[in-house]
């Protein structure tokens, strides 16, 4: 976690000199720290992975609760990634779209479990209602 919190404190410290008269380096500093923090991010993922893989044993047949679960992570965290990039760089309408994109993904892809959820709801209401 430290390394983290280093990488992200030195590319600002880096990046507020620049700002004033090359900001276009100052963004791209910026750019390259998140991506850098990212991939460090993604090497630390494989242990989630197999962890919720033990997890995954429990489930039986719910493996596709846990598909949707990793792609709703993956979307939530781009997305999030992406809005804040264009907002740093003054791009705040990108920014909305690529959140408001990434709200319309998170739907799409619930839509096993929001499908499921129905069918477990129509075999305990009665008919009759």
């Known amino acids: 976690m430290e390394k983290i919190i280093m990488i992200g404190i030195m590319a ?3 990046a507020i000199p620049l700002k004033k008269d090359k900001a276009e380096f100052g963004m791209l500093l910026i750019l390259t720290a998140c991506l850098l923090i ?3 991010a993604l090497g630390r993922i494989g242990e989630l992975l197999r962890y919720l893989k033990s997890l995954q044993k429990y489930l039986g047949g719910g493996s596709i609760y846990m598909k949707v679960l990793f792609k709703m992570i993956a979307v939530t965290y781009m997305a999030e990634l992406g809005a804040n990039l264009c907002r740093d760089a003054g791009y705040s309408a990108v920014a909305g779209q ?13 839509i096993p479990v929001l499908a499921a959820l129905f069918e477990v709801l129509i075999r305990f209401v009665p008919s009759g209602l």
């Open 38 to 40: 990212s991939f460090l």
């Open 98 to 110: 690529i959140e408001f994109y990434g709200k319309l993904m998170l739907l799409a892809v619930s």
């Open 12 to 14: 600002v410290f880096l």
